[in-house]
């Protein structure tokens, strides 16, 4: 059955992964599965056709047969249960793997894309450079106990899984403004994530989709 | 095998729902599962005995045999995933499920969260007051999307599941605020899942927990 996504058809970040379709992407390069990409205008993303796919006007969504699914971490989740991987086979692995999804997506995103809105949306705003050291010291706080909690290990429970996938993807959001590096092991985290295959597939293949230009190597 | 979260000593709300082991206690009570609960001062959650289980220093955590979770979605798929009355049979409409799911805790909770952070870390910042109605803004282009989409449903898809389990307790806190009851139909499907007997037996379990009363009825 063919799989459809949707992406931006030019991505805010000019094609350096951080949109949220390289997530998608990753989880069916690492799964093996072919898929097809439709390109979305920021027009069309709010319009009737595309608020039926995705609620909120977003992308990416995700086609199979009868089946259409918004939300990234409900998409991974879909190829990780169904196909080889992304979770592991024993029971209390998985569900370890899907908390870290869960993690990822409720515990490290948000505080990392409010550094994001604060730049982008409330950037002109009186406030905004007073308020931003409060912003960057909730992400700091939060990515201190993420450090911790994954010590030395080279992944977060045991083997590579959809947990890494998705905690991996939203670091990277915090790479732009420096926080990242502010902590090493994570970092190397991050740069373990991006040096698999299946990752570099997925942005040489949004890179060259947003710039034309498909990466050396 | 025996079942044990943790919930606040003292819960910031006081005991009106709003605490996250709330959506824990209504999934074990959806499946029917009795469980014990370990009451977590706010000292004792950021000692390195409860760290070990929760690397963010947070409620609820989830014990059963050798499986130990944090991240209440993660929670409650495990519970869902293993026990009948929280997801679909049909594989394709569970997949939707966990979808709604992760659209409750990624897409509609941080902006809900923006709004209690900005009252309640920077209330007394001298910039809140100017800043409040962009952060409600973005809450209300939100939950408009949800209250379209939604549209004189009873439920997000289909019958009750774990996806409205999540996003009903999501939409909770949007009420103290006043903006859940801008969308009298998302309010509406809120009173529906706190209609609900396992709702109601888990409300009045954290109540007492925290106030030493029990709710009438």
Redesign the interface.
Known sequence: MTITITAFERSPDGGMGLARDTRVRWALEEAGLPYDVRYVSFQAMKEPAH?RLH???QIPTYEEG??A??????IV??IA?RHAGLFPTDA?AR??A??W???A???V??CI??LV?ARF??GD???TP??LP?VKE?IRQ?LG??A??LGDAEWLDGGFSAGDLMMVSVLLRARPSGMLDEFPSLAAYVARGEARPAYQRAFADQLEANTGVRPAG
């Open positions: 608020l609620p909120f006007g009868d089946l699914l918004f939300e990234t971490g409900a989740f879909h249960d209390d569900a370890r899907v908390m999804m869960f993690a997506l409720n515990s995103e948000p894309l409010e809105i949306q409330e705003r009186p406030w007073e308020r409060l909730r939060r106990q993420l911790t909690r």
